[in-house]
């Protein structure tokens, strides 16, 4: 299939984006929420990679910096101002991420000493762990698309300022745990419970970051290590959509890291692996997609089909790793279930289901996402060869790293 056969639609998606927020035409405050714009950072680069149209690569940078100017500084409505790290306004400039990002909610954080109200707490501000690793991803991401270093330095100095503020040893003992969510300026909790994948995906975001970052010189061994230990134990299964997405992309890129030889991380993956495969079992069986369209949440069913589309895409890429030993059975069965993120895209593509759904009360981040798995090769960095998927996700991404410095 043509690889450019989704580019409308993800034009239009994506264009639809930057007007709602603020991005094009530019507003002087405009509407950033952190784990979307993360999505969409990679979106405009793959519109780039697809159609070498400028207005992407613009769009790209553009949008890194009025999320760094917008969710690194405090709020409109706060008493504080200047960088949420406290730094001077010149040295925020070059240390944007220093002080960790805003999650963007409409509502400002809870005070300290304010009782806590589960439901307000969602629509309340501060920082959340798994949000910060999406744009570290983002970063990355644009850090080899544009081959400027800098994007680099802000997903190492990201990634230290969340691990110092959300990994904690409790003061009872035993091993280290994360919270949730801290405040705007990372000096307390909101939500002291762990996220239930959160310990994973810092390491293997941690690790993302370490092997691109070793030519500079940045070290995030500590941290890595750190993880590894907070994550021993801890149950990933999930029936949740979007929790077994994220555990499917995080099988994606360890194996994009494991060597051909490697068999270091083989069991890591296969105790991914068997917690996502657990939790499609769940989901497939629980028959969720026959649901109304009413009862259904677009973007976390997508966020099922962009890691499902990851990880398939991966064992087609890297036969040698998944064709061996324990691998070999879960990636024959991780095929059987790639149907499911073709019928997932193929019902939120309709533009008559996201009308009639939740999309209402989610409008960015279903149409970022829906864009995200109709194109996803730059999220993913997988090329998704002789993949079957339905619309337009099959065909080779093209390795041209875009030249924007």
């Known amino acids: 299939m043509n690889k450019n056969a989704c580019v409308p639609a993800v034009r239009d998606l994506m264009a639809e984006f930057a007007g709602r927020t603020g991005l094009d035409p530019p507003l002087a405050n ?14 405009y680069i793959e519109l780039y990679r697809r159609t070498e149209e400028e207005t992407y690569r613009d769009l790209a940078l553009r949008l890194v910096s009025q999320v760094h100017h917008t969710l690194g500084r405090h709020r409109a409505d706060d008493r504080r101002t200047g960088w949420i790290s406290g730094l001077s306004d010149g040295e925020g400039e070059v240390h944007p991420t220093i002080g960790g990002l805003r999650i963007g909610k409409p509502l400002p954080e809870r005070r300290s000493g ?59 003992g035993g091993k280290k745990r994360m919270y949730w ?51 021993r134990g801890t149950v990933q299964a ?3 959509p979007l929790g077994i997405g994220g555990l499917l992309f995080d099988a994606g890129r360890i194996a994009q890291s494991m060597d051909r030889s490697e068999t270091a991380r083989v069991d890591l993956l296969c105790s991914v692996l068997d917690a996502a495969l657990a939790g499609l079992a769940a989901f497939a069986r629980g028959g969720s997609l026959r649901y109304p369209v009413e009862y259904r949440l677009a973007f976390r069913e997508l966020g099922l089909a962009i890691g499902l ?44 289901n996201r009308e009639a759904g939740t999309r209402a009360g989610n409008p960015e981040i279903n149409m970022v996402m829906l864009a995200t798995a109709l194109a996803p090769g730059e999220f993913l960095a997988v090329s ?20 924007i410095r």
């Open 30 to 43: 405009p509407r950033r929420y952190l784990w979307t714009d993360a999505y969409a950072v990679c979106n």
């Open 114 to 172: 304010e009782p806590f109200d589960e439901r307000l707490e969602w629509e309340r501000d501060g920082q959340y762990y798994h949000y910060l690793t999406r744009w570290m991803h983002a970063l990355n991401r644009m850090s080899r698309a544009t081959n400027d270093p800098a994007y680099i330095r802000w997903a190492v100095e990201l990634a230290r300022a969340a691990h110092a503020a959300f990994a904690y040893l409790p003061p009872s």
């Open 181 to 231: 969510k801290m405040s705007i300026d990372l000096s307390r909790p909101l939500v002291p419970a762990m996220g239930q994948h959160d310990p994973l995906d810092g390491f293997v975001t941690y690790s993302e970051l370490q092997a691109a970052a070793g030519p500079l010189h940045l070290d995030l061994s500590p941290e890595i290590a750190d993880m590894a230990g907070i994550c």
């Open 238 to 240: 999930t029936d949740d």
């Open 309 to 352: 589309t990851g990880v398939t895409g991966r064992i087609r890429d890297d036969p040698e790793i998944f064709g061996r030993g324990a691998l070999e059975r879960r990636a024959e069965t991780l095929m059987g279930y790639a149907p499911l993120a073709d019928a997932i895209v193929e019902f939120w593509a309709d533009e008559r």
């Open 384 to 403: 998704l060869r002789d993949n079957h998927t339905l619309l337009c996700r099959g065909g080779e991404a093209d390795s041209r790293r875009m030249p």
